[in-house]
């Protein structure tokens, strides 16, 4: 256990531990992984519709230029 | 301290030091002072040295023969304090250095039970206090919110206020067995039942975080260490309430027992909130109360097991030992 290389908003050090083989304290990795995972929680689902709606107008293209 | 004396008596009846402040000692609050000063008075020596004290004379000690030949041919000397009245220690002229004791010959093994039954009590209060303070500091965070956890353990603080009140002596005792059975009880299932499975559960890393089912995993482990808090909360107030029962039964020895029972699935239960600690953001004010927690939530048996090897430390007026005039 070593202290947490995070610091406050005042300036303080963290007073957490980080465990063994990380730098930051088990509060300040999930304060990390927060916003890139609330990204990707948007993105995902964007990316989802954006691929689907691609591959529907193919579909109909293809489907369109076979009954031609 | 202007017309106040000051002995310090270890248990096993010597005088050896006077007012010096040490770090290992007893100081007793003013209501076992009171009781101790009773015993004090029943010891000859003292209330000797006090009415002495009282009329602005020097202490009578008893000293040993060796000793007293030192003194004689001035290779010894009395002590003198800043205050020019004699202590009962006594001192080489040449070193400066105490080389004996003042012995209170006239101590009986009866009163010398007194004094450290007393001492025993005084140490009891004292765990009592601290657990009064780490429970504070909970009970200020958790106000308005109910804890449930607490139900058993209330039925048996419920009973011990009861017994506190009881005017017969053989219905208090009985209350304050049934008192300690309901909080042991109480401890006991609490300890057994609170849940910390899912601080092993958390990821530990980056990647385990990234990809955990839980959006916000520091706001998912408060909500899951709320009833771990409540649980620590009641056996603080269990143990609290167990220490006072012990001791008025005089029993300190049965709830050094009652705390060894529980010592090991007490400290799993303060490890795993120590952890719970390092999920809380910093600023968070369930931080200071769980750090107390981790820290220790049983008293310490081992101040128990170490009165004899404190330093009772007494304050007192020479009035407050001495007889009155003529008596």
């Known amino acids: 256990m070593k202290p947490c290389k995070a610091k406050l908003p005042d300036g303080k050090p963290c007073l957490n531990q980080a465990d063994e083989g990380q730098e930051y304290c088990p509060f300040h990795l999930a304060d990390q992984i927060r916003m890139p995972k609330k990204i990707l929680a948007i993105a995902l689902p964007v990316l989802g519709a954006v691929v689907t709606g691609v591959v529907t107008v193919l579909v109909k293209f293809v489907a369109n230029s076979k009954r031609k | ?327």
């Open chain 2, 1 to 327: 301290m202007p017309n106040k004396d000051s002995l310090v008596i270890q248990p096993s009846g010597e005088v050896i030091s006077h007012t010096d402040s040490q770090s290992d000692v007893i100081v007793f609050d003013e209501e076992k002072r009171q009781k101790l000063i009773q015993i004090l008075r029943q010891i000859p020596a003292i209330s000797d040295v006090a009415k002495k004290l009282s009329k602005g004379k020097t202490y009578k000690a008893y000293i040993s023969p060796e000793v007293l030949k030192r003194i004689k041919d001035g290779s010894a000397r009395l002590a003198k304090r800043d205050n020019g009245y004699f202590a009962a220690n006594i001192l080489d002229v040449e070193t400066g250095r105490t080389i004996h004791n003042a012995s209170l010959v006239e101590v009986t093994p009866d009163l010398l039970n007194s004094l450290n039954q007393l001492a025993t009590q005084q140490t009891l209060a004292n765990i009592v206090h601290r657990l009064e303070v780490i429970d504070e500091k909970i009970t200020d965070i958790l106000q308005g919110q109910v804890n449930d956890r607490l139900a058993e353990v209330e039925s048996g603080i419920h009973i011990y206020e009861q017994a506190v009140v009881a005017s017969d002596p053989d219905v208090r005792r009985e209350l304050i067995v049934s008192a300690i059975q309901k909080l042991n009880d109480g401890r006991n299932k609490l300890i057994k039942s609170t849940d910390f499975s899912f601080i092993d559960k958390l990821p530990r890393n980056r990647l385990g975080m990234f990809f955990s089912l839980n959006w916000d995993i520091p706001k998912h482990v408060q909500s899951k260490a709320e009833p771990v808090w409540k649980a620590a909360h009641a056996i603080i107030k269990a143990s609290r309430y167990l220490v006072l029962a012990y001791s008025a039964l005089n029993q300190p020895d049965s709830l050094r027992v009652s705390l060894e029972q529980v010592k090991s699935e007490v400290k799993v239960f303060q490890d795993k909130i120590g952890k719970i600690v390092h999920w809380l953001p910093p600023t968070s004010n369930w931080r200071e109360s769980l750090t107390t927690i981790s820290q220790g939530v049983l008293p310490n048996i081992r101040d128990l097991d170490d009165i004899l090897q404190k330093t009772i430390v007494v304050e007192f007026q020479p009035k407050e030992i001495a007889p009155p005039e003529g008596v």
